[in-house]
């Protein structure tokens, strides 16, 4: 059965370093999204992607965020400048054109920011 | 993927009885409502979504029930078995974007 992957699966990062999430969706998915679940809180939306280009973003995604899809395959996040308040698991998604709130997760990156 | 608070509420059932999981939704604008899964050391698994002009939808040993009127959705789980042990996590969409606002979750124990 097809699933999302990402790596690393844990990223001990330091605050102010930059850091980048990668996420390899379902390979006939059109739709990418990232989520982040801080620790004991909600699944929270950050972003939506398709066509490359985002098409839905919240308030948690502003301008340290960024995220690409480099090639074919790939789908990534960028933080350019890591808080304390970053630290949270993120996980990526992906859906198909024709049922796009089957959402399919991948198993998660925990970002640790010290 | 830890999904776990210290406030989680749970549900405890017997393996072989039905369970039955709630969630209240916020938003009367939400087109679609979905319901996932989440065990241990995973991201969230999609079981059943059920869109805003139906009121029951049944999968494979899955029910998920909505209520418009008190803004309440619900997810039946017949014959509970140990490995639906996990957080449940309900989901709203509107057709006017594609992200998804997750509620808290419960946390559902299978007793053998």
């Known amino acids: 059965e097809p699933e999302v992957t990402q790596t690393p699966s844990h990223q001990v990062t330091q605050m102010g370093q930059e850091v980048i999430l990668r996420c390899v969706p379902i390979?006939?998915?059109?739709?990418f999204y990232w989520y982040r679940q801080i620790l004991g809180q909600k699944v929270e939306f950050l972003v939506s992607?398709?066509?490359?280009?985002?098409?839905?973003k919240s308030e948690i995604f502003d301008d340290q965020f960024s995220v690409e899809r480099p090639d074919g395959s790939n789908f990534t996040l960028k933080i350019r400048s890591t808080k304390l308040e970053d630290s949270a698991m993120y996980f990526c998604?992906?859906?198909?054109?024709?049922?796009?709130?089957?959402?399919?997760f991948g198993p998660g990156t925990r970002l640790t920011v010290t | 993927g830890e999904s776990v608070g210290l406030h989680l509420p749970t549900l405890s059932v017997q393996e072989g009885d039905n369970s039955i999981i709630n969630c209240a939704y916020s938003?009367?604008?939400?087109?679609?409502f979905i319901w996932y899964k989440q065990e241990s050391g995973k991201g969230p698994q999609f079981i059943i979504d059920?869109?805003?002009?139906?009121d029951k939808r049944q999968g494979q040993r899955v029910t998920v029930l909505l209520n418009k009127t008190v803004k309440h959705l619900s997810l039946q789980i017949a014959a509970t078995q140990p490995g639906d042990s996990a957080v449940y996590f309900c989901?709203?969409?509107?057709?006017?974007?594609?992200?998804?606002?997750f509620g808290g979750g419960t946390r559902l124990m299978v007793k053998p």
């Open positions: 998604a992906s859906s198909s054109l024709g049922a796009l709130y089957e959402q399919y």
């Open positions: 390979s006939n998915h059109l739709y």
């Open positions: 992607f398709y066509n490359n280009e985002i098409s839905e």
């Open positions: 938003n009367s604008a939400s087109d679609y």
């Open positions: 059920i869109r805003s002009n139906m």
């Open positions: 989901a709203e969409g509107r057709n006017a974007g594609n992200m998804l606002t």
